[in-house]
Nanobody
Framework: QVQLVESGGGLVQPGGSLKLSCTVSGNTLDYETIGWFRQAPGKEREGVSCIHRRDGNSFYASTVRGRFTISRDTVKNTIDLQMNMLKPEDTAVYYC?????????????????WGQGTQVTVSS
């Protein structure tokens, strides 16, 4: 079994930056794809980015492409999401999730395990 813990959320002004981290523990070889998702109040969960554990190939939602960068550290078993040029509409609870199979997708039902989330608030 795999456990996921997110960290790094907080309050930031528009235009600012934050880096989220997801720490994977347990059976750390039992997944191939890691994704970041977010859910704002009153809205459905939205895919943000995902990355393959082995080759580091990644994919981004159009809403964050060019502003966010996903990366992984296979030694530390962490997956980071560097968020730059943040906007108020980026405000949400951010979750990391893992998928046992390869495949760069942000279709959340395909992801097997989820973290508890970390709050990101972009406001002046």
């Amino acid at each position: 079994q795999v456990q996921l813990v997110e960290s790094g959320g907080g309050l930031v002004q528009p235009g600012g930056s934050l880096k989220l981290s997801c720490t994977v523990s347990g059976n750390t070889l039992d997944y191939e794809t890691i994704g970041w998702f977010r859910q704002a109040p009153g809205k459905e969960r939205e895919g943000v980015s995902c990355i393959h554990r082995r080759d580091g190939n990644s994919f981004y939602a159009s809403t964050v492409r060019g502003r966010f960068t996903i990366s992984r550290d296979t030694v530390k078993n962490t997956i980071d999401l560097q968020m730059n040029m943040l906007k108020p509409e980026d405000t949400a609870v951010y979750y990391c999730a893992i998928k046992k199979l390869r495949g760069l997708t942000l279709y959340s039902p395909l992801f097997d395990s989820w973290g508890q989330g970390t709050q990101v608030t972009v406001s002046s």
